[in-house]
């Protein structure tokens, strides 16, 4: 019996040690940071983190390319890792804390629409997506 019980703590230990990968964050600007589930490039999704910890999702899985200036957030994804499509997004910057990041969120565009989206909102040509994940272009 004494056995059975040190055989099913082990397999408990190690189940938890397995299911516990982790999260890679790499901050983008103030509170909205790239997000990637397990470590893993194709799950990177832009985050805002709450003063708490936690994190809400802004843009899902895969984004591959962001840019920003005061303002503004423009974002390259890749819908669930799907390479033949490309959507662009803006984010607007949240300066103070939020429970709602996504709001105001445009997108998904295309390229055309993001174009005519960004000179409407004035965001310069000179705001070029300067954090690119090579492996996911």
Do not use: W
């Amino acid at each position: 019996m004494k056995q059975n019980s040190v055989k099913l703590i082990y397999a408990f230990v190690l189940c938890a040690f397995i299911s516990c990968k982790g999260v890679s964050e790499e901050q983008v600007i103030g509170n909205y940071y790239l997000v990637a589930m397990d470590y893993v490039k194709e799950e990177t999704s832009l985050s805002y983190k709450l003063e708490d910890g936690n994190s809400v999702g802004v843009v899902d899985k895969t984004v591959f390319a962001v840019g920003f200036n005061d303002n503004y957030i423009i974002v390259k994804q890749h819908p669930s890792n799907n390479r033949t499509i490309t959507n662009y997004y803006i984010v607007p910057i949240y300066k103070e804390s939020t429970l709602s990041p996504e709001k105001g969120l445009i997108g998904p565009l295309t390229l055309e629409q993001f174009n005519e989206k960004r000179k409407e909102l004035n965001i310069s040509d000179k705001v070029t997506f300067t954090k690119e994940i090579e492996d996911l272009k």
